[in-house]
């Protein structure tokens, strides 16, 4: 049995800092362009959202949130120290000793 999750990947310049104008845009096309590359070699049909975040306090970054079917027997890939979630999305605080 497959279950349908929910997954992103990021993709964020390297520079913060340009010379002109014209640098600034061809560095974030190329961002762009991994960005569409990375959507070609998953179907387009599985993205759900394309999120473009704009360079206000942090570098320019698009954010692809997309879904994976995964067997019951695949476990996930949670990375560790991630936080766990509760069903509603809400984040659970790490346990301390005898909690």
Not at 12 to 38: C, H, K, M, P, Q
């Amino acid at each position: 049995m497959a279950n349908v999750v929910m997954r992103h990947r990021s993709f964020v310049t390297r520079r913060r800092f340009y010379w002109s104008r014209r640098d600034l845009n061809e560095t974030l096309e190329v961002v762009r362009d991994e960005a569409e590359a990375f959507i070609n070699r998953i179907g387009a049909e599985n993205v759900v959202s394309v999120v473009e975040h704009s360079m206000v306090g942090a570098p320019f970054c698009i954010v692809v949130w997309y879904r994976v079917e995964e067997s019951a027997a695949e476990p996930s890939r949670q990375p560790t120290g991630a936080p766990e979630l509760d069903p509603s999305g809400i984040r659970i605080p790490p346990r301390g000793p005898g909690g």
